[in-house]
């Protein structure tokens, strides 16, 4: 079952001379009416030679950097040049097109998915919809392989067991959106997709749940990578837990569709290890597997042809300079006649920021200040005056090559996370740090002991349901319970302490349900806590209906929470 799209590189290097000199052409059109008054200058040159570069990649199967091309061209003939956004989509588009030629060369496979986020870039522009990250594989849906059916003797289906696992799902879902690091909203997930895999029944009904579970168990293990794509892929399954909710008639003929299909099994497809994603590779043949995130992110840097540090500090190293020349230009468009001094420091400025550009593989964007460079050097040479246009027109390149660097940066991937702001900011002392740390220091251990609580209801399970092998989950519970009492949170204090007395009520009188519906439970508790203490931690508000759905959860096995226990 390949997923790769294979390359003739002889078909391609007998070509890419021609591409490489319609690509540039292209840019060097765009780069002049960009310089110039929008409304003056015809694009009609550039679109053309961008579709000739279509033609030609069309010709040679090479469809992802044909459809970038397309795509390019198309934003080019609907948006006006002064649109931030599309300028900024297109400048990036110029230059990764004409840097995904180079990469490809003695190469015998595509990697269309270093180009998908530039393509959708340029579709969200136009207002079409983002293409899913399986687009361009070549994984082969086999029609027949399904989700195998659960273990017998599996949990009621109930209207409040599935508000609850879908509040579950919810909560984690919006930590993952809000790009939270802690690993507890993808588990918090995972747990709720497992059991609406058991719920499902198994068999075609299941397979949506079946493959999500694939992609979590990626995510928590850390082979997938959160974004905005997969983000948005991950909230599909809230209208698959409302449909089964509102529609339990439907549930057993639910079936899921070739597209989504294809998304699920493909991020599956990149990982490498994992029970679920083993089982789903091997059931699904999937033999040839999609590239795994982490090459990715070394092929991007390839692609680039400079490091993400060393554009982060390229950036952060002019963007001083952009801000000096531009406020000397300023000075010299109010002055009557630009003093000789200013104009030299504009140019010696100018002239490290080409060179730097330079360096770090922008010639686009240094051979556009080397314009500019050439009119204040002979204004210097000739002791003339440079007008007032040309003092705009230097101006406009300057920030033309801001926008430039501004955006190959996001290309780049540097968005850096706001860490500090959830963090919250420390008070000044020693006092309060030794606070911070003591805090710290507490939520850390009431976290391993739900850790350890959690190993001991797996190997419950695995005895064949034998209570004295929960025996030590008391103690660690008590612990939470104390942990949480400390800090103040009663409520969460309460369901700990509950929890463990349930454990010692099935040890002393035995458990008035299944094994695994008790295990169930507990689990579904513990995930809670689990939950609770990871949003102390990283300073965030838990959402209080989670500690609801506990107590829901204990009301099932006869003991609802009390602040005050």
């Not at 300028?87 to 003695?106: H, P, Q």
């Amino acid at each position: 079952m390949p997923s790769r799209l294979l390359l003739n590189p002889a078909s391609l290097n007998l070509v890419r001379p021609e591409l490489a000199r319609l690509i540039k052409q292209a840019q060097t059109e765009f780069d002049s009416a960009v310089q110039q008054d929008p409304g003056a200058h015809d694009l009609g040159p550039c679109r053309e030679m961008l579709a000739q570069a279509d033609g030609v990649l069309r010709m040679i199967e090479l469809g992802d950097a044909a459809l970038l091309t397309r795509e390019l061209g198309e934003l080019l003939k609907a948006l006006p040049l002064d649109n931030p956004r599309a300028m900024e989509a297109i400048t990036r588009a110029f230059f990764v097109l004409a840097r995904y030629l180079d990469y490809l060369g003695g190469r015998r496979q595509a990697a269309p998915e270093l180009l998908l986020e530039h393509i959708n870039a340029l579709r969200g522009l136009l207002g079409r919809d983002a293409l899913g990250e399986a687009s361009f594989s070549q994984l082969v849906i086999l029609p027949d392989r399904h989700c195998p059916p659960p273990a017998a003797g599996g949990e009621e289906v109930t209207d409040a067991l599935l508000r609850r696992l879908r509040h579950h799902y919810q909560v984690g879902l919006i930590g993952v959106i809000k790009g939270r690091s802690d690993p507890v909203h993808l588990r918090l997930m995972q747990r709720a997709a497992e059991r609406m895999c058991r719920l499902s029944g198994g068999g075609a009904a299941a397979d949506f749940w079946w493959l999500l579970t694939g992609v979590l168990e990626g995510m928590v293990l850390g082979q997938l990578r959160s974004n905005p794509a997969r983000a948005r892929l991950l909230s599909r399954a809230d209208r698959q837990f409302r449909d089964f909710l509102q529609k339990p008639d439907t549930r057993a003929s639910a079936r899921l569709g070739d597209d989504l299909r294809g998304e699920l099994l493909y991020l599956v497809a990149k990982c490498r290890d994992g029970k679920r994603i083993r089982e789903i590779q091997s059931l699904c043949e999937v033999v040839d597997a999609a590239p795994p995130d982490q090459q990715l992110v070394e092929e991007r840097k390839l692609l680039m042809g400079t490091s993400v540090d060393s554009i982060d500090s390229m950036v952060r190293l002019l963007k001083g300079d952009m801000h000096r020349i531009k406020d000397e230009l300023e000075q010299a468009a109010s002055a009557t006649e630009p003093r000789p001094a200013t104009l030299a420091g504009v140019h010696e400025t100018l002239e490290r920021v080409a060179a730097a550009l330079r360096e770090g593989g922008l010639r686009s964007s240094a051979d556009t200040l080397d314009k500019q460079l050439q009119k204040i050097g002979a204004a210097l040479g000739g002791g003339t005056e440079l007008q007032r246009q040309d003092l705009v027109s230097i101006a406009d390149a300057v920030v033309y090559v801001e926008t430039t660097l501004s955006g190959l940066a996001r290309a780049q991937g540097m968005a850096r996370g706001l860490r500090a702001q959830q963090q919250g900011a420390s008070g000044p002392g020693v006092a309060r740090e030794a606070l911070d740390e003591a805090r710290h220091t507490l939520l850390q251990s009431a976290r391993e002991a739900v850790e350890s609580v959690k190993r001991d209801v797996s190997s419950y399970a695995e005895s064949n349901f034998d209570a004295m092998v929960l025996a030590p989950s008391v103690a660690q519970l008590h612990a939470v319970r104390g942990a949480l009492q400390i800090l103040e949170h009663p409520r969460a204090a309460a369901v700990a302490g509950q929890t463990a007395q349930s454990i010692l009520d099935s040890i002393a009188n035995g458990c008035t349900l299944a094994g695994g519906a008790f295990a169930e439970l507990l689990a579904d508790l513990l995930i809670c806590l689990e939950y609770y203490l990871a949003a102390l931690e990283n300073a965030e508000d838990p959402d209080p209906l989670m500690l609801k759905l506990a107590d829901e959860s204990l009301g099932t096995l006869g003991r609802p929470s009390r602040a005050n226990c």
